[in-house]
């Protein structure tokens, strides 16, 4: 009986890569919830658009702002290693970590949670 190369795969559970992806999803949602108070109506008002959504996040994600940078920073850094280490490894052309949209995807949302923990940090 022959093995083919698929056949020690897992076919269910995580696919490979998602776990940095999940992670960095997690940091973004949780530093855009720390900077809905003060950085981000700085950021969208001058460029002319409305804040006005964001004043029950906000009001939400006030008394909770401490755990919510300390969340958003663990699983941002978490993500990120994860991200990295993963990018350095060789990927089978059929995983979830081979394709480029999945890697470019993940590099933004990584820079755009970084950047808004940076502001929800700084302007309040």
């Known amino acids: 009986m ?11 559970g995580p696919a490979a890569g998602s776990s940095s992806l999940a992670l960095i999803a997690a940091g973004f949602g949780s530093a855009f919830a720390v900077a809905s108070c003060c950085a981000l109506p700085i950021v ?14 906000a009001v939400w994600a006030a008394p909770h702002r401490t755990i919510l940078l300390g969340v958003a920073l663990i ?23 081979s394709r480029p949209w999945v890697k470019v995807v993940t590099v933004i949302g990584l820079l755009i949670g970084i950047v808004l923990w940076v502001g929800g940090y700084e302007y309040v």
């Open 75 to 97: 699983a941002l850094l978490a993500g990120a290693i994860l991200f990295f280490r993963q990018w350095r490894a060789r990927c089978d052309p059929e995983t979830w970590c």
């Open 2 to 12: 022959t093995d083919s190369p698929s056949r020690g795969r897992r076919r269910f």
């Open 44 to 57: 969208l008002g001058g460029l002319g658009l409305s804040t006005a959504w964001l004043f029950h996040l």
